[in-house]
């Protein structure tokens, strides 16, 4: 198990992460979760089990 932030590794999670962690700087509420194909939504600091699965694909 590891933390959800270090599995998703792609140019477009990187930048969509940023974008997030970018606009919430300085909020009062709120807080930056990744959408998990497997796990649904998850915090970066959440550890979950590694899978190969995408959105697109359905899971068994």
């Given amino acids: 198990m590891v933390p959800a932030g270090e ?3 792609g140019s477009y999670h ?3 992460r940023r974008a997030a962690e970018t606009l919430m700087q ?3 509420a709120g ?3 990744i959408l998990s194909a ?3 939504l998850v915090a970066p600091d ?3 089990a590694p ?3 995408w959105l697109a694909r359905r899971a068994p």
Avoid: F, Q
Wanted: glycine share 10%; hydrophobic share 45%.
């Fill in 7 to 9: 599995l998703y590794t």
């Fill in 14 to 16: 990187r930048a969509a």
């Fill in 26 to 28: 300085g909020a009062r």
């Fill in 31 to 33: 807080r930056v979760l």
């Fill in 38 to 40: 497997r796990w649904g």
């Fill in 46 to 48: 959440e550890r979950i």
């Fill in 51 to 53: 899978y190969d699965l």
